[in-house]
């Protein structure tokens, strides 16, 4: 069973981080292992990062979720850059963070990322050593073609780019922000991805994420190829992912360069977005990289 919640803050580039360390429930006190969770792009910790730490602390695990740099109740201007550099040095620092922590074990921490939070978990597990171990669920590991396919080719990423330039310029000269509906429904387009996940109240539309996207994001965002860094993991890691969720091919590509030990369960028609938060695909997920922890991490049960 989960615990208290500790609310906590950690400093990251400069800037305060908030976050919420969910604690199992337990007599026994001695250290526990602990994760770090990232979630998904766009989104803030009481999203699916709230509740993959408490699937972990229910299971025995100490997990953190906390708001990136520019997000959420987190410090950093200008607002929601989803930036992979910062967002994985934040990653560091969390980890970082949770090896001090009185009630960790600092020898047994772990990085569980779902979406494109596996991206920057995978960069920031090459440069943290705290951390020992990976989970990604339901990873969005993009290609470099994957990408172009993703933004409409060479031409239009260029146009992105010099969009995002000219975004940052302007934030720089006068403080004015360019920030955009990270998930558009204003058009009634029932097609967008996502859109029922974000716009409905009883999931991830909540009072804590104002659903923005920086557009200055893209110059950053456009160049980074988390596939470099698939050969320098070295932390034994476990995927779970579906055939019905984002770019299949990308995740077998990546799972194929690295060479860390990796573990693989593969749902049969669960969607990129029921694992956000459906009970069902959430539960399996959670059972999986629990024991995956349990194993290279120690025991984290109660």
């Not at 979720?65 to 997000?71: E, G, P």
Request: proline residues 5%; glycine residues 8%.
């Amino acid at each position: 069973m989960v615990g208290d919640v500790e609310r906590v803050a950690f400093s990251s580039g400069g800037e305060v981080l908030v976050g919420d360390l969910y604690l199992p429930t337990s007599s026994n006190a001695k250290r526990r292992p602990a994760v770090v969770v990232a979630g998904a792009w766009g989104t803030v910790k009481e999203q699916m990062a709230a509740g993959y730490a408490r699937e972990m602390a229910a299971r025995g695990v100490i997990a953190l979720a906390f708001d990136f740099r520019t997000w959420g109740e987190s410090g950093g201007q200008p607002r929601s850059m989803e930036d992979p550099y910062t967002k994985a040095a934040d990653i560091v620092a969390a980890a970082e963070f949770l090896a001090e922590h009185p009630a960790v074990n600092g020898d047994a921490i772990g990085g569980l990322a779902i979406c494109a939070g596996s991206s920057y978990m995978a960069l920031a597990a090459t440069r943290a050593p705290q951390i020992k171990s990976l989970a990604f669920v339901a990873p969005a590991l993009p290609t470099r073609a994957d990408v172009l396919e993703n933004l409409g080719g060479e031409t239009a990423m260029a146009a992105l780019v010099d969009a995002a330039r000219e975004a940052m310029a302007e934030y720089e000269r006068t403080g004015r922000q360019t920030l955009v509906p990270a998930v558009d429904d204003s058009a009634g387009q029932q097609s967008v991805a996502g859109l029922d996940y974000y716009t409905n109240a009883d999931r991830g539309l909540i009072p804590e994420s104002d659903n923005t996207f920086n557009l200055a994001s893209w110059s950053t965002w456009a160049q980074f190829d988390v596939h470099s860094v698939a050969k320098e993991l070295g932390q034994p890691l476990l995927v779970v992912h579906s055939d019905a969720a984002v770019n299949p091919d990308s995740v077998r590509q990546f799972v194929a360069n690295v060479s860390a030990p990796v573990e693989q369960l593969w749902l049969d028609g669960a969607s990129q977005f029921d694992f956000y938060d459906q009970p069902a695909a959430m539960a399996t997920a959670s059972d999986a990289v629990s024991a995956h922890f349990s194993r290279t991490l120690g025991q984290t049960g109660e």
